[in-house]
């Protein structure tokens, strides 16, 4: 139980960390080094994660072990809902988040949600690039704590 | 498996984020804001794992405590050795400090030790404050990845 906490609390110390420690024009800044941070961590647990594994067979199935193996060792619970355009756009939805569930759920504190979810958009970019797809991944919350992560697969 | 270095990587990139933003003369203040990062998740963790505990009986109790659940919740095993003088000094040695593991185990990295233990020594001071102990934690590498932690109780 307090194993599952730990994640969360250090990644909630890093955001108040990152974010405190730099003022109102760095905002864009924080987030991208929150973002890069996460990459890294991506990167290297996706390596760990998939090493006995076989290749995925396409970007589905990639995407399917996000939403279910890699979300579970992040998170502990899967994805929720996972849809796609059949075009290289994928939408992972979370219904609960367990970031967001940290910080209060009026809507005015909206404006602090970005903060939370730049570094599991990095997370997620991490571990796609080390599976050799290269994307972009940002995040989007409507009803606390809910929340969509969109991924734009990049093709070369 | 995977689960178990989460942790790991998030704590070695906090301690890459801050020590590489900071230059030479700043090393003291990264070094003291990753003890109070770790003060702080250390007052959460241990609120969340005592919550249905008695109280300890006393410090050596809460010692045992610390070497036994609190790290293995943070570091998958117990401290190896507990010694202390019956008078307010309590020295935990683990023979094998997971985050010493991951960096290189030659004589010249030896100065590279403590950044990774701040945040250790802050997570164990943090853990005792919760639980009614007011400490002063230091952090002593004799040979990688052995370290020691001193703990030196404050009386009021």
């Known amino acids: ?29 924080s987030i991208s080094k929150l973002e890069a941070l996460g990459y890294r ?5 996706v390596e760990r994660l998939t090493k006995d594994n076989p290749r995925f067979k396409d970007d589905l199935d990639t995407m399917k072990f996000i939403c279910k193996d890699f979300w579970m060792t ?47 958009c990095g997370l ?8 050799g797809i290269v994307s972009v991944v940002t995040a989007e919350v409507s009803a606390m704590p809910a929340c969509k992560f969109q991924i734009q697969i990049q093709r070369l």
């Open 74 to 120: 992040l998170y502990k619970k899967q994805i929720d809902n996972l849809r796609t355009n059949h075009q290289g756009v994928y939408v992972l939805q979370d219904n609960r988040f367990k970031l967001l569930t940290l910080i209060s759920q009026g809507k005015q504190y909206m404006d602090m949600a970005p903060r939370y979810l730049a570094m599991p």
């Open 41 to 45: 961590i991506g990167l290297s647990l």
């Open 1 to 29: 139980m307090a194993d599952e906490v730990l994640f969360e609390l250090l990644h909630y110390e890093i955001v108040s960390h990152i974010c405190n420690s730099s003022n109102e024009e760095d905002k864009a800044s």
């Open 124 to 131: 997620i970019r991490g571990a796609l690039s080390g599976l």
